[in-house]
């Protein structure tokens, strides 16, 4: 190890713990309709994944190993779909 090395860092960085926690909040906003409790808005899954696509690009722009064009597409198509469910609720 040179000294001019820095420390080798303990756990994750910042952004790929915001990322994980924006997916925690979708997983937890989706599963609990299935665990009796109330429906989550559209709209609220739609900013969660939105957040975590722009976390994905930040995260992309620091490790240029983190580009997954697939992963942002599928993202993309998640919240298109979203939208498509949320502009076609009765009463909304």
Partial sequence: MNPSDPPPKGGPDTLTVTSFVLLGLVAVALLLPLLGGPTPSPYLVIV????????QFLRSRRDPNLR???????????IGLL??????????
Avoid at 48 to 55: A, D, I, K, N
Avoid at 83 to 92: D, E, I, K, L, R
């Fill in 68 to 78: 997954r064009p697939a992963s942002w597409a599928f993202d993309v198509i998640l």
């Fill in 48 to 55: 969660l994944l939105v957040g975590r696509l722009g976390v």
């Fill in 83 to 92: 939208f498509y469910v949320a502009s076609n609720q009765p009463g909304g």
